[in-house]
């Protein structure tokens, strides 16, 4: 079974710009989590996603916002870049909620400019 | 407040030792998950281990085993006969029913010499 993908694996930006990260589940898994890691903050959950629905979304700024397609392939986008959202995006994927194991991505390294 | 506790930042050992990690979870539901991931310097979280809250039996997979003890809210990891493959960053996390969440730690640096 392939594993959790995520596109693109790394992200020049520059302040004020948008950026869209993408995600494939394993097959059959229909719940999608985002997670932050930085060094300071550590990893950090953004939101979770389960048929569509945002069913928990961390303490982000609105600028963070995801969403889930009928396939469970999932999409996070950042809007109006900060220096500060630089950081190593994970998703991670589980059969139906977070308590089923959670497998993760390789990861988006974003880094803003 | 946080929820998992790794109080270990960093350790250092020679290759065959065993090291333990250290957790300290903290939640007021009775029905939870824990979990151990690894993360080598590639990046990717790597699932090793899960427990549920009901299920208290200490296990061996191989070069690893986990003591969970409900009394004291640890969940602590040990890898037997160390290898440098092993050098990574283990996190420790829970899950609440309900929460649609995993909460990590801060992780703790494994470093495995030679």
């Known amino acids: 079974k392939a594993g959790v993908t995520q596109t693109p694996r790394y992200l020049i930006k520059t302040r004020g710009q948008q950026v869209t990260l993408s995600c494939s589940p394993i097959s059959g898994h229909r719940s999608v989590s985002w997670y932050q890691q930085t060094p300071g903050q550590g990893l950090q959950f953004l939101f979770e996603?389960?048929?569509?629905?945002?069913?928990n979304k961390g303490n982000f700024p609105g600028r963070f916002s995801g969403r889930q397609f009928s396939n469970s392939r999932s999409e996070m986008n950042v809007s109006t870049l900060e220096l500060g959202d630089s950081a190593l995006y994970l998703c991670?994927?589980?059969?139906?909620?977070?308590?089923?194991?959670?497998?993760f991505g390789p990861g988006t390294r974003l880094t803003v400019l | 407040a946080q929820k998992v506790t790794q109080a270990q930042t960093e350790i250092s050992v020679v290759e065959k030792e065993d090291v333990t990690l250290d957790c300290v979870y903290e939640?007021?539901?009775?029905?939870?998950?824990l979990f151990w991931y690894k993360q080598p310097p590639s990046g990717e979280l790597v699932f090793l281990i899960r427990r549920n809250s009901f299920d208290e039996q200490n296990e061996i997979s191989g070069r690893y085993s986990w003591n969970f003890q409900k009394s004291t809210s640890s969940f602590n990891f040990t890898i037997t006969a160390s290898q440098v493959v092993d050098s990574a960053v283990y996190f420790c996390a829970l899950s609440e029913v309900g929460d649609y969440k995993l909460s990590f730690g801060a992780g703790t640096t494994v470093t495995v010499r030679a």
């Open positions: 996603y389960f048929s569509e629905t945002q069913r």
């Open positions: 939640t007021r539901d009775t029905t939870y998950y």
């Open positions: 991670a994927s589980s059969l139906n909620t977070p308590t089923d194991t959670q497998y």
